[in-house]
């Protein structure tokens, strides 16, 4: 499962460290201030950097290029601590750390730059953070010559709670999804067991009709022999025992054709369930990597899982009202607007006939809405012929996953 690279690798004893003085080159008249380097930087800087600004592969790239004999094979916690203590140094490996985080953030670093006063700073990193493009602007804005003690310090605290909103999601749903892939091996374990059991039963259904054949065969012959060689008792006698033999293995192979026929819909069951619960699992990946794309501004990443909704404004009823904000930004981003309603904890339920009227669609995640809630938005939507759509979670990858969902963009739109 991929995550974000970093977010989960700030650590909370930074804010208390000392800052040290900035390197900065004095201002002179008609020189343009020098960004800053990572050296430039207090050292509590520089782990939420390299965490944040680089992803895993490119941090092993960089590692590897000062011949580091290790890189190929070391862990990612491993690389990270490399790459905080090379940030720190002011040397040629400290220069190819600065050079590459520039080629990587090259477009936040020139729209930043024009930025003349801390104001115009504050507010650009604003519209980054909710547009969720947090990687190039936070290496733009700690980087800038006019950025001060106080907005480096607002910055980094944003970034810093962020990585726990993530990385509680993440974890929530790799857990959910390695539940899920036990399942799967569990149930691939039991259809090999069933089909092991119908090979067994197949063939002993085979014996079982070589044996009545061998059984009528028998009995043909003792009809057709001569009067001579038997006399009438022994003859009825044999005829009886083979009859009663031979409706004993009837009834025995009858009863083996209903145990295959039993297992063998049993085992269909099973990999009817697999095959769903392998659904899921491939969805919740996809949702993962989805967040991904978009939490790091990769454009190209989210635009392949879907189109963007091109509807009216969509009602979200339910789910936690800590994410509203984050729920809003990712809608905004994808241009859509987004009306909130809690379901009926703090906002009276007497008000959803009037948003579902504004709205183009419906949407409430499953996980987290009252009954009475899901209820009373279904028969709304059914009398006003507006399409509704019940989502898998909470969570903020669910609600990017059905936004961005072809079937969902059809009906709504």
Sequence with gaps: MSHLPGFNLLHHTALSEPPRPLNIVPRQTGVKPQRLRTWDLPSMFHCSIIGTCLT????????????????????????????VRI??????????LNKALDRRHEAPIKRFSKASDVKTLRRLWQESFDLGEISGAYWAILSHPLTDA?????????????SHLVGSA????????????KQIEEKDEKLARQEQRLAASAAEQTRLQRRIEELEERLVRAETARPSEFSETERRN??????ARLDKERSRADTIADRLKGAETRARQAEERAERISARAVSLEQENDLLEAILLGDEEGSAEFGPTYQGGAILYV????????KLKALAA????TLLLH???????TTLLPALVGQAQAVIFPVDHISHTAAGLIKRICRDSRKPFVPMRSAGLASFVATITAPAFCEAAS
């Design 56 to 83: 895993a592969a490119e941090l092993r790239q960089l590692v590897a290029k000062i011949d580091d004999t290790d890189a190929r094979t070391a862990s990612d916690h491993m690389l990270h601590g490399r790459g």
């Design 170 to 181: 993440s974890r929530l749903d790799i857990a959910r999804l390695t539940a899920l892939q």
């Design 342 to 348: 809690d379901g009926g904890l703090e906002d009276n």
């Design 318 to 325: 339910g789910g936690r009202r800590s994410l509203f904000d």
């Design 238 to 243: 044999a005829e009886a025992a083979l009859i």
């Design 150 to 162: 106080e907005l480096r310090r607002d910055v980094f605290g944003e970034v810093h709670m962020l």
């Design 87 to 96: 940030a720190g140094q002011r040397d040629v490996t400290g220069k190819l």
């Design 333 to 336: 981003e994808r241009g859509i």
